[in-house]
């Protein structure tokens, strides 16, 4: 059985949760908001360089749910 990998990300008021095992690498997160998402770089998500309305946005398309979140205000049992 794989082992769950998961690493978050926050800008203190939305935690984004992504899970590399489950990625599909449709790379609909890089096309959609290429400022926040590059595989080049290390660590690949650099959060501050979105709103969270257009994270929010851009997560809840990525076809695979390897990127998920949480606001910080809520249980964040992702």
């Known amino acids: 059985m794989e082992k769950e990998i998961r690493k978050e990300y926050t800008n203190g008021e939305l935690t984004i949760v992504w899970q590399p095992n489950k990625c599909t690498h449709a790379a609909v997160c890089v096309q959609t908001l290429p400022k926040v998402y590059n595989p080049a770089a290390k660590p690949w998500i650099t959060i501050g360089n979105a709103t969270t309305e ?14 998920s979140y949480y606001l910080s205000n809520e249980d964040h049992n992702v």
């Open 54 to 67: 257009e994270l929010k946005a851009q997560i809840n398309k990525c076809p695979s749910g390897a990127l």
